[in-house]
């Protein structure tokens, strides 16, 4: 698990939720939690004991049970959200993350009890939510520019790779028509050889003769 505290902001039932998850286990806990409702601020605790109860009841392992927790709370599209008040006791509530199976289908994957907190948070709140959502929005500039330079990079080798394929292509048609238009010479020439009969050869040659007398 990751020591840095996350922020998250939820809706649920179109309602804002901001909650900051601190990732740093105990010998009791595996995290803490704190949350604002855009009125008040609740904080509770995920223990081990409830963390076990939920990972047998879902059959998987602790470490991947974690590690679906960690998706679950950075608002994972696998996990409905659910935060609900304890009936008459305004002071506790429950913040719950389901997990879809099929369909409609889905199961309890965890959840956690918190009570009221009468620390005023609620500049603080946002202001880590503002913070924490500006770096994942650098963090995603940065990946966007770093992916563009590698594009770019390949594009521009594909470009000279092009370019020199373009000029072999080039060079390769010159050399063969050169050649064939020379074979295409040579085999005029045979043909015309060819072409002359026995006496024309004897005529040519008695020509020749007289000129020379």
């Given at each position: 698990m990751e020591k840095t505290p996350?922020?998250?902001?939820?809706?649920?039932?179109?309602?804002?939720?901001?909650?900051?998850?601190f990732w740093q286990p105990n010998e009791n806990d595996l995290f803490n939690i704190?949350?604002?409702?855009?009125?008040?601020?609740?904080?509770?605790?995920?223990s081990y004991e409830f963390a076990r109860k939920y990972q047998e009841r879902l059959d998987e392992t602790e470490e991947k049970y974690q590690a679906n927790v960690k998706e679950a709370l950075r608002?994972?599209?696998?996990?409905?959200y659910s935060f609900t008040l304890i009936p008459d006791d305004n002071t506790s509530a429950t913040?719950?993350?389901?997990?879809?199976?099929?369909?409609?289908?889905?199961?309890?994957?965890?959840?956690?009890?918190?009570?009221?907190?009468?620390?005023?948070?609620?500049?603080?709140?946002?202001l880590d939510f503002l913070l924490a959502e500006n770096q994942d929005l650098?963090?995603?500039?940065?990946?966007?520019?770093?992916?563009?330079?590698?594009?770019?990079?390949?594009?521009d080798k594909c470009k000279k790779d092009l370019d020199k394929f373009v000029g072999i292509k080039t060079s390769l048609e010159l050399s063969?028509?050169?050649k064939f238009e020379q074979l295409l010479n040579a085999k005029k020439k045979r043909?015309?050889?060819?072409?002359?009969?026995?006496?024309?050869?004897?005529?040519?040659?008695?020509?020749?003769?007289?000129?020379?007398?």
């Amino acid at each position: 698990m990751e020591k840095t505290p996350s922020m998250t902001r939820f809706n649920i039932n179109e309602k804002f939720l901001y909650v900051k998850v601190f990732w740093q286990p105990n010998e009791n806990d595996l995290f803490n939690i704190k949350m604002y409702d855009g009125k008040k601020a609740w904080s509770g605790r995920f223990s081990y004991e409830f963390a076990r109860k939920y990972q047998e009841r879902l059959d998987e392992t602790e470490e991947k049970y974690q590690a679906n927790v960690k998706e679950a709370l950075r608002k994972d599209p696998k996990f409905i959200y659910s935060f609900t008040l304890i009936p008459d006791d305004n002071t506790s509530a429950t913040f719950s993350w389901k997990k879809k199976i099929k369909g409609t289908d889905t199961v309890v994957h965890g959840c956690v009890p918190v009570h009221r907190d009468d620390t005023k948070e609620t500049r603080a709140f946002i202001l880590d939510f503002l913070l924490a959502e500006n770096q994942d929005l650098r963090k995603t500039v940065e990946s966007v520019n770093l992916r563009n330079a590698e594009l770019a990079a390949n594009l521009d080798k594909c470009k000279k790779d092009l370019d020199k394929f373009v000029g072999i292509k080039t060079s390769l048609e010159l050399s063969f028509y050169d050649k064939f238009e020379q074979l295409l010479n040579a085999k005029k020439k045979r043909m015309r050889l060819l072409e002359i009969t026995p006496h024309d050869a004897t005529t040519n040659v008695n020509n020749i003769e007289e000129e020379i007398i």
